[in-house]
C-alpha cells in the first residue's frame, strides 16, 4: 500500500532553516495537491502551505515570507524550505498529499508526521 513518508525535521537554532521532504513510499503517477500540517503540543492541527495541482501556493500569514512550498514532479517529490525558523514553529509537521496512484485512481494519504524542533 502507497505511503507518505516525511523527512527533514530536526532540531535547529532560531533563525535557521530546515528544508522537509514528502515522498511516496512506491511508484505513483504524480502528486496532485499537497498541503503541509502542523501541530505543535496542545493546540490542533493547522495548515501552514498548500501547492495545488496547477502549482498555486498558498500560505499561512505566520509562514508567509518565510516557507516555500515546491515540487520536483520527476522524483514525484514535495517539499518545504523553511528559514528565518521561530521557536513558535516547533510542532510535528504532516503532508497530506492527493496521490495520482495509476491512470484512473487517485486518494488522498498523510504522512506520519516529522518533528520540527526550533530551539538555542
Known amino acids: 500500500q502507497v505511503q507518505l513518508v516525511e523527512s527533514g525535521g530536526g532540531l535547529v537554532q532560531p533563525g535557521g532553516s530546515l528544508r522537509l521532504s514528502c515522498a511516496a513510499s512506491e511508484s505513483i503517477i504524480r502528486i496532485n495537491g499537497v498541503g503541509w500540517y502542523r501541530q505543535a503540543p496542545g493546540k490542533e492541527r493547522e495548515l501552514v502551505a498548500t501547492l495545488t495541482r496547477g502549482d498555486t501556493t498558498i500560505y499561512a500569514d505566520s509562514v508567509k515570507g518565510r516557507f516555500t512550498v515546491s515540487r520536483d514532479s520527476t522524483k514525484n517529490t514535495v517539499y518545504l524550505q523553511m528559514n528565518n525558523l521561530k521557536p513558535e514553529d516547533t510542532a510535528v509537521y504532516y503532508c497530506?498529499?492527493?496521490?495520482?496512484?495509476?491512470?484512473?485512481?487517485?486518494?488522498?494519504?498523510w504522512g506520519r508526521g516529522t518533528q520540527v524542533t526550533v530551539s538555542s
Open positions: 497530506n498529499a492527493e496521490l495520482q496512484v495509476t491512470t484512473w485512481a487517485k486518494s488522498g494519504y
